[in-house]
């Protein structure tokens, strides 16, 4: 329900329908026949927030559940915000129209380093305090998960407790335990001690840590018997796992307005810049005849006309081929279009080209991440550049046009070589286009995206320096001169924001000073090039004594103690450093459909079997 304040304000900006709830799909009820309830807050805006499937999964999970209501909350755009401030219009849930400060439990999800302070800014305008110690009831608990939460300690000023791993399980468990703490009427501490003895629950304030006089950790000690390991929760049956039967179907156009299914969880190439890759291990596969019966409800509850199959290699799936074949079956009569993203160039084929372009054809993307064989061993990314062009050459048979290429710039061990080789391959994809296409007349498009690498915790290249600003910005330069290949476009990421992503990502919980203080001079919407302002975040490290350059551009010894070493992630660090020398010997490491490499990750599932 809107106030008439917020009735009378919303003509005036932009995008007016992403704060006004009420889609089909949604989930209304009763608040006084509910005890807990739940704010799902997406620290960003609604375009970005809706189109992220784990948190459509847990909206219906938490919904799913008797006297438990869960809204979703985004980060209003700074147009309304202003007016919000201005007019004391709190923030607030779509379902409701509830302020923040009216929920039991205020969850966020931890997508991206940049996006932190949008979460103070939201706890802030939703009236809720934003540091931790300042909330001194049970009421307006903070949570936080997600990919981010595998380094927790530069929020542990702000966030009661982290959520670490799969979120099915872990949610309903701290949900319950809520409950139970309230009619038990239990203080704010005594709730929290109890709530780190569930596995995946992160309380930082029950740890101490100790630092050497070169700023490094010395060790974490954990209190009142919290474990001294947090290790990750996983969900190890997805056939069994809920599912939602419905997604809330927006109202305004988002980013990725789709239908989507989950294929697995987990990774089985073991890329060694890759975060996902190593946190979302075990490998977990759903069942054909599980797929299938969760696209057929969602399409027909949503009346969307696309679907994706999601995973983080969807062509790794083994029976990936009888799947396609029946996902069309059912699609092509209803003019449902198949999407299969995060397809390898390994692992293209006419046959699975041919199924996908049967009801629209769209464009096609490949990760070749790096320019040269050499660097792509080093980060054993597993491809070689004539499975590259293999799959140009099938594409453009088929009648494909428009290929995406994307690259990283600033790996470790990267060269000048290695910068050359990312040009040479886009020549190469050109040539081969005009050697395989059936009209040329259409035209081609080609575009190459390079990135600038971050190191990420709980990777093997956790222990490497990235790339200093000034570094990166002279390679892109060097890049735009080289690429001059007709019919390609060279597109490159902001170097500012990658390098303040590597100062936040490898942080300690002594950056949160840091991260309050660049949110109170006016940092947010971090993530949005028109609103990052670099010089205020290095100013803000600075007035607090932090040198951004310990974080992000520092080579670490291999024996130094990480901030997150007493985050479980269930590849062990011992695998990771046998990752990272095989890199500086550019030795690959086969994926583990083929043969295990011992990460560790399998002691979590019942039996220790191997995840293959």
């Not at 991260?515 to 109170?520: F, H, K, R, S």
């Amino acid at each position: 329900m809107l106030s008439a304040k917020l009735e009378r304000i919303l003509p005036k900006v932009q995008k007016p329908a992403r704060y006004v709830g009420g889609e089909w799909g949604s989930v209304t009820k009763n608040k006084n026949e509910v005890d807990v309830r739940f704010a799902f807050c997406f620290p960003d805006v609604y375009e970005v927030g809706m189109s992220h499937l784990g948190s459509r999964i847990l909206y219906g999970l938490l919904n799913d559940q008797n006297g438990v209501w869960c809204e979703r909350v985004f980060a209003p755009w700074v147009d309304l915000e202003d007016y919000m401030r201005k007019e004391n219009i709190p923030l607030y849930g779509l379902e409701s129209g509830d302020a923040l400060s009216e929920f039991d439990i205020i969850g966020f999800t931890l997508q991206y380093e940049l996006s932190f302070s949008n979460i103070l800014n939201m706890l802030d305008l939703g009236g809720v305090p934003v540091l931790a110690e300042e909330r001194k009831e049970l009421k307006n608990l903070v949570v936080a998960g997600g990919p981010c939460a595998y380094n927790p300690e530069p929020l542990c000023d702000f966030v009661d407790l982290f959520m670490i791993g799969d979120g099915e399980e872990v949610m309903l468990d701290l949900v319950n335990l809520y409950r139970t703490a309230k009619n038990e009427n239990l203080s704010k501490h005594e709730f929290l001690v109890r709530a780190a003895q569930i596995q995946g629950i992160y309380v930082p304030s029950l740890y101490e840590v100790e630092y050497n006089e070169d700023g490094t950790v010395k060790k974490v000690t954990a209190k009142e018997n919290a474990p001294e390991m947090v290790q990750k929760r996983i969900v190890e049956d997805l056939d069994t796992m809920y599912y939602p039967e419905y997604f809330v179907v927006p109202s305004t156009d988002i980013v990725f307005d789709r239908a989507m299914v989950e294929l697995f969880r987990g990774c089985p190439r073991g890329c060694r810049f890759c975060q996902a890759g190593h946190t979302y291990r075990p490998l977990r596969k759903k069942s054909k005849e599980t797929i299938l019966n969760q696209a057929k409800k969602v399409l027909e509850s949503s009346g969307y006309e696309e679907i994706s199959l999601s995973s983080l290699s969807t062509s790794d799936y083994s029976e990936l081929s009888g799947l396609t074949e029946c996902m069309l079956d059912y699609c092509e009569p209803r003019h449902i279009s198949l999407s299969l993203p995060s397809l390898r160039a390994d692992s293209f084929s006419a046959e699975l080209m041919e199924r996908v372009q049967k009801v629209r054809k769209s464009g096609l993307t490949f990760a070749c991440e790096a320019g040269t064989q050499r660097l792509r061993d080093v980060i054993n990314k597993n491809i070689t550049e004539d499975d590259v062009l293999g799959a140009c050459e099938i594409a453009f048979q088929g009648g494909w046009n428009n290929v995406k290429l994307y690259f990283m710039m600033g790996l470790p061990t990267e060269t000048s070589e290695d910068l050359d080789g990312i040009s040479e391959i886009c020549k190469k994809v050109a040539y081969c286009w005009r050697m395989n296409t059936n009209n040329r007349a259409r035209g081609v498009k080609i575009t190459a995206s390079a990135s600038c690498f971050v190191p990420k915790p709980q990777t093997p290249f956790q222990w490497d320096a990235q790339n200093t600003l000034a570094m990166l910005q002279g390679k892109q330069e060097y890049m735009r001169k080289i690429m001059k290949t007709k019919n390609v476009t060279y597109n490159w990421h902001d170097a500012k924001t990658s390098v303040m992503e590597g100062v936040i990502a490898r942080g300690d919980r002594r950056q949160g000073k840091a991260i309050y203080l660049a949110w109170q001079r006016g940092c947010k919407f971090d993530g949005w090039e028109q609103h990052f302002d670099f010089d205020k975040w290095i100013q803000a490290f600075k007035d607090c004594g932090l040198d951004p350059d310990f974080y992000a551009s520092r080579q670490r010894p291999l024996d130094e103690v990480f901030p997150w070493d007493h985050i479980g992630c269930g590849t062990t660090k011992q695998h990771l450093k046998r990752e990272w020398e095989r890199s500086r010997d550019a030795a690959i490491t086969p994926d583990c459909m083929k043969k295990c490499a011992g990460c560790g990750s399998n002691s979590l599932l019942e039996g220790g079997h191997c995840c293959v």
